[in-house]
């Protein structure tokens, strides 16, 4: 049995600038910084540029997410966070569904495997479902874009130290192979102690790691005008595994535990993507590519004594093209995706003699999904736009569990009867075709003024438990969840964007909800019959110096379940686990002089309960970061803070009584040469 189930039987039922005031994103290029092209999208995002995650040392997605209105993260370790929107996405890591993909330069990635980020440019976090872009989103969508090479040769060192021990160094550049052709190279390692103390063995890295990270990424610009992309990127973390401990040890980042374990994160992808615009206003855009993931996952043995845990795989290929055009008062674009996804799920939980639990499962997933949008700008100011997303999904399953160990035969807690069992599900399949429309009403007078209306059918295709115990349980797929959202925004800026202002409400009606959690010490993979999320996110920016900007966000979100009963007990009214009510953040960049430039945010974020153990309750805390840069000609040198007022707080609960705590004070210093 995984982890977060207790040692009973689980439960289970089956951007280039627009080139008119309204087109679509789909006519920018991908990785753009555009703030135009941000200023025109019809959902509700946040653009996270290079500067930001390197002044503010955001070297994971947990990092970034907790730092957005409306986000947040649960993570059994520092390097695999899961995470959340609006309340969806906390069962990645526990079923073979995904409705929060990301991408790296196109291509989808498990979001639990990325580990640490490396050589970025930009990421992009979408709220909402997402239909118009590759896969398919119902909670949104995270797509990161690495860094292109560029045509002059120039390269970086950079050198840190931090707090727990933490060492990175990188060393990047770019290497122009001709006029038109450039290659970007980039390696990198780094190790930290981590910031837990094992009191039992005396020592303070048993849950540190240490990582490899490498870029290879090509860039040639033909005589036709298309770009053509070639990458290569490869990570590998490989560390302790003693995070879990009682809530008075895990408050300390403390633990009693007499062996590290293991977690290890790998993964290796390859990207291809050719783009061209064609003088009749035409756009081509493909993208191929190819990963593979691997997670091993041993707890220390004397957690629960037993050894526990897993080694898994996932490999997948994907592709995306479409074709789009704008005309004087049209556009239009078409698209297909197609991905073919294997994962190998194995869990082992041995506490022999007494009880042993070894499953395997094996799922292959494919996706294929023709998309597309017309729109048509019927009046100065108001362009409407209508989309349909088809998609078919199948998911098989080859399943196998041993189970063994002993058994009270007479009531008198004493184990004392043997028993052994071995069941199989064999080629299991589900599918399911969906069509998935969507209208979007823009309205965009000025080049201060933009305001939309969306509606639009979001999906999450329906899959399998990977780590049922039982075959009744394992055979039976959950339901799709299909649900009806809306959104409504508004953006105004001020002459020479010297400020800006926005405003989003949404709401989403969630049908067959697909929930993973903990139920009085229970874990279920299930369907909620109704639940909804629904809220407000504000956004703000103000440069009263042409050096000084300053940024707030407010969110609020009510996430619960309408309709869900378990085993006899009503779940309606209760809220979605890793889901703040209400999240603010304030944060100030100031440039006194040309040499220096410093960086404060603070974020808070409200009470909420943690997965997967839902009885758990996190107490609302503040996150306070804090940056110095120094530059002086090709050398600069950086100071860092993170979590300065070191607030505690919890990104895991386990039915035992085992919490993770949030990472602790991190200070650091950076220091950088060009050449």
């Known amino acids: 049995m995984p982890i977060w189930q207790t040692p009973v039987f689980a439960q289970q039922k089956a951007t280039e600038k627009q080139a008119a005031s309204l087109l679509p994103p789909v006519f920018a290029v991908p990785a753009a910084e555009d703030n135009d092209n941000r200023f025109t ?37 520092h390097a695999n966070p899961v995470i959340t929107i609006r309340g969806l996405g906390i069962h990645v890591d526990e079923s073979d569904s995904t409705n929060i993909p990301v991408l790296l330069d196109g291509v989808p990635v498990p979001s639990n495997f990325v580990g640490l980020l490396f050589d970025l440019d930009q990421v992009q976090v979408l709220h909402g479902p997402q239909l118009l872009e590759g896969p398919n989103g119902l909670g949104g969508l995270v797509n990161m874009h690495s860094r292109d090479p560029g045509l002059t040769a120039v390269g970086n060192v950079s050198l840190e130290y931090g707090s727990h021990n933490r060492q990175r160094a990188t060393v990047s550049g770019d290497v122009p192979l001709s006029a038109r052709t450039g290659l970007r190279i980039a390696i990198g390692g780094e190790q930290s102690d981590g910031d837990t103390y094992n009191r039992t063995m005396e020592r303070k890295d048993t849950a540190g790691w240490k990582s490899t990270l490498a870029k290879l990424k090509l860039l040639h610009k033909d005589d036709a005008g298309g770009q053509w992309r070639l990458g290569l990127y490869h990570m590998n973390l490989r560390g302790g595994n003693d995070y879990f401990a009682p809530e008075y040890l895990s408050r300390r980042h403390a633990s009693r535990v007499t062996e590290k374990g293991v977690n290890n994160t790998k993964y290796t992808l390859l990207s291809g993507s050719y783009q061209r615009q064609f003088a009749t206003d035409t756009r081509l855009a493909v993208t191929l590519g190819a990963s593979r993931s691997e997670w091993n996952y041993w ?55 007494y009880f042993t639990s070894n499953t395997q499962a094996r799922r292959r997933g494919n996706t294929l999904a023709l998309y597309g949008q017309a729109g048509w700008t019927f009046a100065p100011g108001w362009r409407l736009a209508a989309g349909l997303r088809i998609q078919h999904d199948r998911q098989r399953l080859n399943w196998r569990s041993n189970q063994s160990g002993y058994m009270d035969s007479n009531g008198d807690g004493i184990p004392d009867m043997p028993f052994s069992m071995t069941e199989t599900v064999k080629n299991a399949s589900v599918i399911k075709t969906v069509l998935l429309p969507s209208l979007t009403l823009q309205y965009h007078p000025n080049e201060r003024h933009f305001g939309w209306i969306k509606l639009s059918r979001g999906y999450e295709a329906p899959g399998y438990n990977l780590y049922a115990t039982k075959r009744e349980r394992a055979q039976y797929a959950y ?50 019959k109704r639940a909804h999320s629904r809220g407000l996110e504000f956004t703000g920016m103000w440069r009263p110096l042409p050096e000084l900007e300053l940024n707030a966000f407010a969110g609020f979100v009510n996430a619960k379940w309408d309709e869900f009963v378990l085993n006899g007990i009503d779940y309606a009214g209760q809220s979605f686990s890793t889901t703040p009510r209400q999240s603010y953040g304030l944060s100030l960049s100031w440039q006194p002089h040309f040499q220096w430039s410093l960086g404060v945010n603070v974020v808070r974020h409200g009470r909420s309960t943690l997965a997967t153990n839902s009885d758990f309750m996190n107490k609302p805390y503040t996150l306070v970061d804090a940056n110095v840069t120094y530059t002086n000609g090709r050398f600069a040198i950086g100071v860092y803070g993170q979590n300065l007022g070191n607030a505690h707080y919890y990104t895991r609960a386990l039915s035992q009584n085992e919490l993770t705590a949030g990472t602790s004070r991190n200070v650091g210093v950076r220091v950088s040469m060009n050449f």
């Open 299 to 353: 707890l220390p043995r004397s957690l629960f004594k037993a050894q526990a845990g897993f080694d898994m795989a996932t490999r997948e290929l994907s592709a995306d093209a479409r074709l789009s055009r704008r005309m004087s008062v049209s556009d239009w674009m078409v698209g297909v995706f197609a991905q073919q996804a294997r994962r190998d799920a194995p869990y082992r939980f041995d506490m022999s003699p």
């Open 41 to 77: 999208m019809p959902s509700s995002v946040s653009i996270i540029s290079r500067k930001t995650l390197e002044a503010q040392h955001l070297d994971t997605l947990g990092e970034i997410a907790h730092r957005q209105p409306n986000m947040h993260l649960t993570s059994y370790t």
């Open 479 to 528: 339901l799709p969840t299909l649900a009806n959202y809306i959104e409504l925004g508004y953006r105004i800026r001020g002459r020479n964007a010297e400020w800006e202002l926005g405003a989003t409400a949404f709401s989403t009606i969630l049908h067959d909800h697909q929930v993973v959690g903990s139920f009085k010490g229970l874990t279920v993979t299930n369907n909620a």
